[in-house]
């Protein structure tokens, strides 16, 4: 009798406990919310709303005073795609893209590598690589100006090295070769700081066993980081490469500081582009539609990245 009895108190334990685990969760699920209550009008009103309303001018007709004139449809896109300004702003995005993202993932993660040893001083070290996450854009900027100009430090360095001839030879925010890789150099160097913080706490994270276990079986220093570290960190490289892909496609900041689209448009990004269509032209039509581009063409982007995610990335 009692074997049964205990039996009973046990079946309606189990839904009593179900009820308080259930109710639990929505606690934490209506805790969750709570939290997220005050950003959120600033979401709606600062990213949500904006966006809509740019998209709705890309299909419109808007005067210099914002307000819509006329309903066009999709004759905006058609009517972009035959500017040769907007078509420059394009390749220059996709040139500056394609030589910032490599530099933006090599160059920390090899500061990361270095950085990961254990030697005397490597906190000195450690701290300089993380500095330039807490020097502003504009002030990066304006360093960079003075060093690169003809009678600059670069120039001077070069000279020494033996490089150049003359140390005034290169105006490297004036020529049309040097001018968009000079802006590259600038924004590695200005995001580098948090990527190297990313990178480093990832690369010290690799467990000591597989490190030791293949120096056991005669791997070198490359290859245990190929074949073991590079994959153990492979979600942190990804998060990485897909932010620095935002940031080249987005970028305008260097370009509004150093050079303003010059020379001959030879550094005017698609953003930048926007700037200068929809703020200082005041053709809200051209600018929102080009934003819009510019939000599709980072979209594409990061899509296809993610299709690398599956195959590249280890979770393990």
């Not at 807490?134 to 003809?150: D, K, P, Q």
């Not at 070769?177 to 913080?197: Q, R």
């Not at 930048?272 to 594409?300: D, E, K, M, P, Q």
Request: include cysteine; charge should be positive; hydrophobic fraction near 50%.
């Amino acid at each position: 009798m009692a074997i049964f009895t205990s039996a009973a108190k046990k079946t309606n334990v189990l839904p009593s406990l179900t009820r308080l685990s259930k109710r639990r969760k929505r606690i934490q699920t209506f805790k969750a919310y709570l939290f997220l209550a005050p950003i959120i009008p600033f979401i709606l009103a600062f990213d949500y709303f904006p966006f809509i309303r740019t998209f709705i001018y890309s299909l419109s007709k808007v005067n210099s005073r914002g307000e819509i004139v006329d309903f066009v449809g999709l004759q905006n896109y058609i009517n972009i795609f035959g500017r040769k300004d907007f078509i420059n702003s394009v390749l220059v995005t996709l040139k500056f893209t394609a030589m910032y993202v490599p530099l933006a993932i090599i160059c920390p993660l090899l500061l990361a590598l270095i950085a990961s040893r254990k030697k005397p001083f490597s906190s000195v070290y450690q701290l300089l690589y993380s500095i330039p996450m807490a020097v502003s854009m504009a002030a990066t900027c304006l360093i960079f100006e003075n060093m690169l100009t003809r009678n600059g430090l670069l120039n001077y360095i070069l000279s020494l090295l033996g490089f150049m001839s003359n140390s005034t030879d290169i105006n490297w925010l004036g020529d049309a070769t040097w001018a968009l890789p000079s802006l590259v150099m600038v924004s590695v160097w200005t995001l580098m700081g948090f990527d190297f913080m990313l990178l480093l706490a990832a690369v010290r994270n690799v467990p000591q066993d597989l490190s030791e276990s293949a120096v056991i079986d005669g791997a070198g220093y490359w290859t245990k980081t190929l074949k073991i570290t590079i994959p153990m960190i492979s979600p942190t490289l990804f998060f990485v490469t897909c932010t620095q892909i935002i940031v080249g496609l987005t970028t305008i900041a260097p370009v509004m500081i150093l050079t303003h689209g010059d020379p001959l448009g030879k550094t005017s990004t698609l953003i930048y582009y926007v700037y200068t269509t929809g703020f200082r032209s005041l053709n809200y039509t051209v600018g929102s539609t080009a934003s819009i581009i510019a939000f599709l063409l980072t979209l594409v982007f990061l899509l296809v990245n993610f299709l690398y995610e599956k195959r590249g990335v280890v979770y393990e």
